[in-house]
């Protein structure tokens, strides 16, 4: 067991680093280091566990890698898949948060993000292409994934992503069940994450919290309370942390956020270090933890009932439907925001099309795709960066 969860820290530690492009970017990622390459599970198991991370609250793409290490090798893995896939974005956003945060001001470090925007737009396109002739295989499955695409791409929000979902779940189990299949997964931890989950709720919100708690009280509420990837947690953060940092605070660390690899939830760590100024560290640890710590303890406390309610066929509809409607958030989120924010021009379309033909046709290794887009993006400012230093 210890040698299966060294090696999904490994993983997911690469996948920490290279993984640009936010939560919809994290699940082809996923995808393609997990079901295609490695092989740890199936697209029926990955299935699943991306339905299941889309009706929890809290980080979806840090739910289904944390699935994903649990699946492999147990708790031990669940927590190496975390601390793997968060590590590298929390000690750059804590970094972010000190006197580095000038770098957001350079013309380099905007090329450098422009670049790299390029290459999550080569990488959605890429799970779109691949999730849609795995879970849209049939004509209704098909149909809702282009309904939730347009639907989303005309009236993007919370509240709507979220009637989506329950719209494709009853859509699925009526239009796409499947025969009844065995009952799978392991008994265990259903009871005890959900008792730790309410008595921390609890325990935070009693009075006469030190100043580190305060702060773990209001990023434990607001991973509590937001579903979706990381563009959702920014309003509700704002609120509850109103009177206490300021917008250009907030807009600089959203940001940084979507500039760096991995979960955006790392958002926290930036905050947490400002709400911090003496213990930045301490801060930005106890934000980080309390924000991704309610999504997982619910994940495991639903984790083996999930697994054995979708070997009925109505649940298993349902998980088709949702992995349908799944496929057209990307589809929508390909064009707003990644597309959109990121190809400015002719130039840089050429780039996405060589591109996705070098990670889809030439199987062109990803960190090396990673390099190549950097590259591109600091070679494009390049002319405003020797005038600057002029």
């Known amino acids: 067991m210890q040698g299966k969860a060294g090696e999904v820290f490994w993983c997911f530690l690469l996948l920490g680093l290279t993984s640009f492009g936010g939560p919809a970017a994290h699940i082809g990622y996923f995808r393609r280091a997990f079901v295609e390459e490695r092989g740890w599970l199936d697209d029926d198991n990955f299935g699943r566990l991306v339905g299941l991370s889309q009706f929890l609250p809290g980080p979806a793409s840090s739910q289904l890698g944390f699935a994903i290490g649990l699946h492999r090798a147990g708790l031990a893995g669940a927590v190496m898949a975390f601390l793997g896939f968060t590590l590298p974005s929390f000690m750059l956003m804590l970094l972010l948060a000190g006197p580095a945060d000038s770098f957001s001001n350079q013309p380099w470090f905007a090329g450098l993000v422009g670049g790299l925007k390029l290459l999550a737009v080569v990488v959605v396109a890429d799970a779109c ?37 329950g719209g494709a779940a009853l859509a699925g189990a009526y239009l796409l069940p499947g025969a009844d299949k065995p009952a799978v997964g392991r008994r265990g931890f259903s009871l005890l994450p959900g008792l730790i989950f309410i008595s921390l709720l609890g325990l935070l919100l009693m009075p006469g919290l030190n100043p580190l708690l305060l702060i773990a009280r209001d990023f434990y509420l607001a991973g ?24 250009d605070e907030f807009l600089t660390g959203y940001a940084a956020a979507q500039a760096v690899p991995g979960p955006m939830f790392t958002l926290a760590a930036y905050l947490g270090a400002l709400l911090a100024p003496q213990t930045p560290v301490l801060g930005a640890a106890a934000a980080t933890l309390a924000i991704f710590l309610p999504g997982f303890l619910l994940l495991l406390a639903c984790h083996d009932s999930w697994h054995r309610l979708s070997g009925h066929k109505v649940v298993a509809g349902a998980v088709r439907g949702v992995n349908a409607a799944v496929v057209g958030f990307l589809l ?12 400015t021009g002719p130039l840089q379309a050429a780039m996405v099309m060589a591109g996705f033909f070098l990670l889809r046709v030439l199987k062109v290794n990803l960190a090396l795709l990673v390099l190549t887009f950097a590259l591109f993006g600091l070679l494009s400012v390049l002319p405003v960066v020797q005038h600057t230093a002029g």
Do not use: I, K, N, W
């Open 332 to 343: 929508a989120a390909l064009y707003d925001p990644v597309f959109v924010s990121s190809v």
């Open 224 to 247: 509590s309370l937001v579903f979706g990837g990381g563009h959702v947690v920014l309003p509700l953060l704002e609120s509850l942390l109103a009177g206490t940092l300021g917008a």
């Open 129 to 165: 292409l691949s999730m849609y002739r795995s879970f849209c295989t049939r004509t209704a499955a098909a149909s809702l994934a282009v309904l939730s695409a347009m639907v989303l791409t005309l009236a993007s929000g919370l509240a709507v992503q979220v009637l989506m979902l």
